[in-house]
């Protein structure tokens, strides 16, 4: 049977890595889908760049368009990013009938709702497991290997920049400015890195997760988005010593009433296992029903590991394309016309425990102040510590671990106790999970 | 469209999760499948027990060939355990045109080569994600997610049983025979818990991950099967000094001249998230040459963990049944015409490090003596320490890590030390994995 004709948009890292992963084991990925998957050519801005990096044995053309839409074509693989051009040219390679393979996160966290229904109308397979937590096959985990359960959250590392910042700053003792100046100059950060440390990226990867989780739409736009740039190390430090690691962790749950979707920087108990996941790498902890905790470890970026992602869902396409479209794994794991309709919960309405931190006068009569306001909102507290003032000084480091409790609570509570005289400084405020 | 008609063997403590939990996510799973899966009968020896554990609202029958091969049947899930009479009627089912969901491993490691052939030539699925760590989808994640890779080796904590017992021995300093007798009091071990103990239950999962990793047919035979009965406190202690801990792992690794499939104690890096993994859950950790490591953690038995992967593989059959059999997901995840025939490679041709424990007579030239073998066996030292003889005593214990080296060249070298008059108990022996 003739190969499968790839066409990839993008020259970059992942394309790279896509190309010498599938010169490599082409005779083991023949044996296992059963036909050949053969790079038909590539679509580059910069040609001569794109044979320096991937030489010169492909055909490399600057129309992207063309390609995309070039009738011998079967898989069009997207690996440029950002939103636009990658929209109108995926699009276009659906209209066109190509089945799609994208690692493209942003584009399907903010336009997958229109790129599925389009897939669906064609009849044609979009493939995203490179999207999420790169070489970890956690799409097909959560959408497959537990569809008999209903999930009940997903929590996950994965921006593998930020764990390397929060290890580093946790080994070292350092503060997040002096991290981020190593991570960029290893490589492990980008020279803009506002994406990975905002945690845009982060909530990218977690929409998806959540859609396809929950078989809601994508819903970018709701999710709640914290980063970890105003991380300081005494809060890491405090953390470890009440037996806690910071993690800025993607949330997704469903309530029963809505579904939570979250990005912020996260206390979780240093026993987790996935509070020992260090450096750049990803993992991401799936709570199902029937099944319990189950977890999923490995590489969330990288050309190699992202390329194998890509590759595999290169041989699930091989192997699945000629299957009736009704009878295909749905792209957000649940039927087109059985998503729910489900809200996301806005940020006041989600429910976690809190980490607080306050510069407090070491005085008499503080601690009753603000437990009675802590009370008044209805939050519970499940543990305290009081550093003792130095010598000659007169504030102190109060921390606070509550219980669950509703955000808009805590919101207003934090706005009570900050105008108390004596709390001298703002309060910290970290979010807090169990994780079980 | 009518629902599938499930039809399920035995009603055990797996049925009874299947029969609970599709009861229960009904609705999410239509929603997922697209379509009803409906249970449509049971087949158990015992009738009453089985009507007192799963209810009489389903049809309950003691003829279990009628229902597998009962005309309107289309998936015959067989949760019976044991060779016969599970292999008889999955066959029978198989030449009844039925696909077949199984939980079996002995069975599939030891005939499913025979089942296998048998579903292929009729062109239906035999599905066996809950055959290998419980809930864990790790067969999908082996045979599709990382299908983009070339399987370097994979190393799993796949029997929850022994993981226990070894976590609780190391916990608490106790020996072998207590923790198993605590581990059968809370229901952790079977009253007859010599496959799990003697490391059989963990080679079966083991050779079928091998199978499905490479591409070669399963050889339960070829395995080398070492269980956790010798394991000391002493060694377990000793381990901890040395920053390892001890695991009971399935390994399995492609060297390129051959495969290694083996199970045995082992003792790995204690930094290794792998060696983190407590209690009865399981871990397995899969190298390929482009993702790196990955790893996938979970409950690895129970009732509804392990329903979590037979109901996943019923919505899998669901999905993709219709497709034609020369598309589908291979059940090996090699085409069956693109087996490969390296073959298994007998034990003493393993290559493994080593931690060697010598009770060794406290004099002079003891050590001069024992390297002397080991650098004529060619065996390089990677570590030592020899604890001080206590007041009055003339032995002492002397702990040797080697480097890697081939297993017959250390089997020379055991028995030469062993001859020594210095040493004076037989010599322990456990082989050492950096797993990396």
Redesign the interface.
Known sequence: MKPLQIALLGAGTVAS?VVK?LA??QE???????RGIALAAIAARNPDKARAALGDALPITTDFMALATRPDIDIVVELMGGISPARELVLAAIAAGKHVVTANKALLAIHGNEIFAAAQAKGVIVAF?AAVA????II??VR???????IEWIAGIINGTTNFILSEMRDKGLDFATVLKQAQALGYAEADPTFDIEGVDAAHKATILCAIAF?VPVQFDKAYVEGITALQAADIRYAEQLGYRIKLLGITKNTGEGIELRVHPTLIPATR?IA??EGAMN?VVVQ????????????GAGS??T??????D???VT??????P?????HL???PD?M?DLPILPMDQVVTAYYLRLRVADQTGVLADLTRILADEGISIDGLIQREAGEGEHQTDLIILTHDTVEAHMNAAIGRMQTLPSVHAPIVRIRKEELR
Chains 1, 2 share one sequence.
Do not use: C, M, W
């Open positions: 890595g992963v490599r084991n083991e990925l023949q044996r296992r889908a059963g497991e790169g070489g970890i096959p097909k985990a497959e290997g537990l569809a008999g359960n209903r078989g296992l020992n996941v993992a199902g029903d029937a099944v319990g905790p189950t977890l999923y470890y490995g590489k190699e590991p390329a194998s992602a890509v590759i595999a290169l041989v699930d192997r699945l394309h000629t299957a009736d009704e009878h295909r794994v749905p794991a649940f039927q059985a729910s």
